[in-house]
């Protein structure tokens, strides 16, 4: 599994158009093959931030969604708002166990 962690830095008045440009975007990126996980957040002690945490089955379906279409749109609507570059963090994580 492979697991991305991103962050970006926003005015604070960007934070919400940031955060709803992202939340369109959700439902179509879980449905891409391989997506487990796509949440969108905002940061809670820091009020520039707004991140995104991914679950891909694997790493060859997370670099299809970098390659998508769907990505680079999103990039197009999110990089005017950003004050700062992204940061993503990638980790390679096997699933040891899930608790309900």
């Not at 005015?11 to 990126?29: C, D, M, T």
């Not at 796509?38 to 970098?66: K, N, Q």
Request: glycine fraction near 6%.
């Amino acid at each position: 599994m492979l697991i991305a962690h991103i962050t970006f830095k926003l005015a604070p008045e960007n934070r919400s158009p940031a955060l709803e440009a992202l939340i369109a975007e959700a439902e179509g990126v879980c449905a891409m093959a391989g997506c487990q996980t796509f949440i969108p957040f905002l940061h809670p002690t820091d009020h520039t931030c707004v991140g995104i945490i991914h679950e891909w089955d694997t790493r060859e379906s997370f670099s299809a969604y970098i390659a998508s279409p769907a990505f680079a749109a999103l990039g197009n609507a999110l990089r005017p708002l950003m004050i700062g570059p992204p940061v993503s963090k990638r980790f390679d994580a096997t699933l040891i166990e899930g608790v309900t």
